[in-house]
């Protein structure tokens, strides 16, 4: 079984729809991120947390939101989709080395 | 600011070495990472070297590291055709929250 799950993989959804995108972990870690992926931009940090009472922003926040439910469960939320948030977005998860394992992506399009 | 640079594209024929560069601006860096992104793939971690080491080798890769002209390559020897996918320099910010800065990515390309 994969370490760190995403759902769903793909979803086409419509401009002012409100999406959760979810991810899981098994790999006990306390750190758990959400980047995007555009192309020739790299990934880039959208929210962070380092426990379950710990949210932060990263580079990219407006427009996203994000809940800590449980150290395994990290989810993002998009309230208001745009067509400017179509893109892959990772959640990852990472020890006190800072070296983080990545989920298998979630591929959104915003019509 | 914080900034990782790599060139987008390299194209190499199997069995040569293929070698990949990438700079960044955080001279306090702590780590300087490596990943893999195979096609509809999260990015896996290749390898990481820390700031006080020049070298680092693991097998077919080779990892250099410049702390001076901030400058950071990944060297794979007898490129395969699984070898073929993007790879991402990453360096971990000192500042703040020590966050992981990535670059854009180089796809690397294998040809027969």
């Known amino acids: 079984d994969a370490d760190v799950t995403q759902t769903p993989r793909n979803r086409i959804t419509k401009t002012g729809k409100r999406i959760m995108l979810e991810c899981s972990q098994t790999?006990?870690?306390?750190?758990m991120y959400w980047y995007r992926q555009d192309p020739g931009l790299g990934l880039r940090l959208i929210y962070y947390?380092?426990?379950?009472?710990?949210?932060n922003k990263g580079e990219i926040s407006d427009g996203y939101s994000v809940s800590r439910q449980a150290q395994a469960k990290f989810s993002l939320s998009l309230e208001s989709a745009i067509p400017n948030q179509t893109a892959l977005y990772f959640c990852?998860?990472?020890?006190?080395?800072?070296?983080?394992?990545f989920g298998p992506g979630t591929r959104l399009t915003v019509l | 600011g914080e900034d990782v640079e790599q060139s987008l594209f390299l194209s190499v024929r199997e069995g040569d070495s293929s070698v990949i560069n990438c700079t960044y601006t955080?001279?306090?860096?702590?780590?300087l990472y490596w990943y893999k992104q195979e096609p509809g793939a999260g990015l896996q971690l290749l390898t990481y070297?820390?700031?006080?080491?020049d070298m680092k080798q693991d097998q077919r890769l080779t990892v250099l590291l410049n702390k001076k002209d901030k400058h950071l390559s990944l060297r794979i020897a007898d490129t395969q055709t699984g070898d073929s996918a993007i790879y991402f320099c990453?360096?971990?910010?000192?500042?703040?929250?020590?966050?992981?800065?990535f670059g854009a990515g180089t796809r690397l390309a294998v040809h027969p």
């Open positions: 790999k006990g870690h306390d750190r």
């Open positions: 990453a360096e971990k910010f000192s500042g703040g929250y020590n966050k992981l800065i």
């Open positions: 990852a998860t990472g020890t006190g080395t800072d070296e983080q394992f």
């Open positions: 070297i820390f700031s006080n080491m």
């Open positions: 947390s380092f426990d379950v009472k710990d949210i």
């Open positions: 955080d001279s306090s860096s702590t780590y």
